[in-house]
């Protein structure tokens, strides 16, 4: 069994911001590549951000400099800095864990903007 514990999501004004969090725990605790995907109703999961090891990132286009993933030095936790949120940026935040053919989700996190 594999959970993925997110945490940090919330309700936040336009133009603030919110520090996302995900933890692996039971027999797996360490993913290589781990991410942070989002949705909202009637669309598809999107990426927003992904990190594989601790220095190798990849965001989506519509980031354009506004979030942060990083990792602890465990490689355990990776978190998600969310700056200059906008009402646009609302959705169910998934974290997401991937090593070879393994692949977990989390249950997700709701991110709120409010105008």
């Known amino acids: 069994q594999v959970q993925l514990a997110e945490s940090g999501g919330g309700l936040v004004q336009s133009g603030g911001s919110l520090r996302l969090s995900c933890t692996p725990s039971?027999?797996?605790?360490?993913?290589?590549?781990m991410g942070w995907y989002r949705q909202t109703p009637g669309t598809q999961r999107e990426l927003v951000a992904s990190i594989t090891g601790r220095t190798y990132t990849n965001y989506g286009d519509f980031v354009k400099g506004r979030f942060t993933i990083s990792r602890d030095k465990a490689q355990r936790t990776v978190y998600l800095q969310l700056n200059n949120l906008t009402p646009e940026d609302t959705a169910v935040y998934y974290c997401?864990?991937?090593?070879?053919?393994?692949?977990?989700w989390g249950q997700g996190t709701q991110v709120t903007v409010s105008s």
């Open positions: 997401n864990g991937r090593s070879g053919e393994l692949n977990f």
């Open positions: 039971g027999r797996i605790l360490s993913f290589t590549t």
